[in-house]
């Protein structure tokens, strides 16, 4: 049975669990063996299984009541599953004598959380959901009690993700949901994935019918050729260039002159250039016509992929943290669903990859010393100091011998050290200009001893693929990042810190306020601008995904379209 709004996605060929598993991957990485762990927890643990109440007698006659009284009619729900549920001695699972269950108070907060970040719960459901009461305590009589309890288990199951699917694949959905929330090892988890509450999970969700749009339609067309494009040129490829965007809308009209690279045009493609994560530059080169020539078939399994991680991703999402995508090469500052801090990153190359996790950054370290990875040390550092003799003389970098004596870098044969394949050193490098850890580095716990820092290469900003490090995430501002994390603390402001790392000496800057970190991969996302956004997959993280056939039945555009307006398409000009 086809559902009223789009939720509850069934990508065929995967399952959640990559997510977990990609938080293994470990990576080269530069480190620092003075990181100094900040007590407490320090990352963002999976949260304890939310108590169940106690039995309430009578809940299966509240559910007649309930349904007697109308006040759900025009919600699709399971009423004889719901029922059985209850008959068959199932406790309660909101409510109990003295008030709410932890798990019902957490769901009387997920809701308002999921409704903030965007999720489409209807009008009907949102009222009984307010006409709630805030607490319970004690709830009295115990009629009360079994009466609330059959209200929440009913919008539960009429409201929640998985019921409201598109695919209708639940035959029973009172009976699965309420069974399996039950059964949950983390029934709090299970509640936040029924309500999801990241902001970025209800933008992209709000696109997928005009994705879906398109793969029905047959896509878009295509752009012949790899020769470079600029404004001013003409001929029949601009022409396909202008139709290839005015069929996903970053073009309004095609010009008077469809063959001519107007300005009209070159807005369109530096708007397309910069969703994709190209030079926003308007010259049509191979990596954009590459990107413009990839299907609407693709883009919808991308859609469909990033969806569900960012589901996965939704119940360890805080009101405020630091993000990090590895595929967009950004950190942002996201606040209660807002982007209030922006920087452009370079992150780990493909041999180094930057590996994916969750923590809490605690401090700020400005003028950082760097001891340097074995590996970064065996293989890079001795390779510059090959390449380029006195390298780590001029670029301050100390050499000491297994036993911790410190010995000058010019008394020693690199190419020796080369051919034994074995290097009996330890590098450390002195804070400074030549660091390269920049001036910062943040610091949070990890298994993979890497961290957010500045750089002394800053011209590796302005490429268009920043994947360089061997592991950490470089900013290209890391004093304004700092100074941003640090504004809790009145003491600290931009003129201090620039005025210590002017100083050259190393100093530890606490977090008033420690901020959680998520270190991501997301190849498909919109922004808060509404644009669709999609990028390569580097780290060939990207499993294969099989497009429900439930998304292609006719009817589902036409359905969307009539039940408000349609979702704008990607990247259109205001």
Known sequence: MLRSHWGGLIVSTFCLAFVAASLSDAALADKDERNVPVPGRQGMSTPPPAAVAPAISGIE?????????QRLAG?????????????????????????????????????????????PVPADIQAAWAGLPPLLSPVAPVERAADIEAMMSALYIAGAYDATSVLGNQPNPGVELLGSL????????????????????????AVLPTYVDYYQRGGWP????????????????????????LATGELRTLGTDPELYDPALEVAVRVFQKAHGLND?????????EEMNVSAEQRLKMVLLNLERMRAESPDMEDRFVFVNVPSTELRVIENGVTTYHANAIVGKQSRKTPLLRSVIFQAKLNPDWSVPAKIAAIDMLKHELDEPGYFASKNVRVYTSDGRQIDPRTVNWKEVKQGGHFPYRLK???GPENALGPMKLDFQNDHSVFIHGTSAPKLFAKQDRFFSSGCVRVDDPLGLATFLLQDDSSWNRERVEDIVKGGKTTYAKLARPIPLHIVYMTAWVDEQGVANFRNDVYKRDPRVTIPSGLTVPTLIAQQEGGGSAPARQGNNK
């Open 182 to 205: 039950r059964n949950a090892k983390d029934p709090a988890r299970a509640v936040a994935m029924q309500f999801p509450s990241f902001h970025m999970f209800w933008r992209l969700h």
């Open 75 to 119: 919600l699709s729900i399971d009423w004889p599953g719901l029922k059985s549920f209850y008959a068959a001695g199932a406790p309660a699972l909101w409510v109990g004598p003295t008030g709410y269950s932890a798990l019902g108070s957490q769901l009387q907060q997920q809701v308002p959380k999921a409704l903030a970040a965007g999720m």
């Open 429 to 431: 490098q002195d804070a």
């Open 222 to 245: 295509t752009v012949s050729g790899t020769e470079k494009i600029e404004p001013g040129d003409k001929g029949p490829r601009v022409r396909q260039v202008a139709e290839r965007l």
């Open 61 to 69: 006659a509240a559910v007649d009541r309930l349904q007697q009284s």
């Open 281 to 289: 530059d308007g010259v049509i080169g191979k990596r954009t016509i």
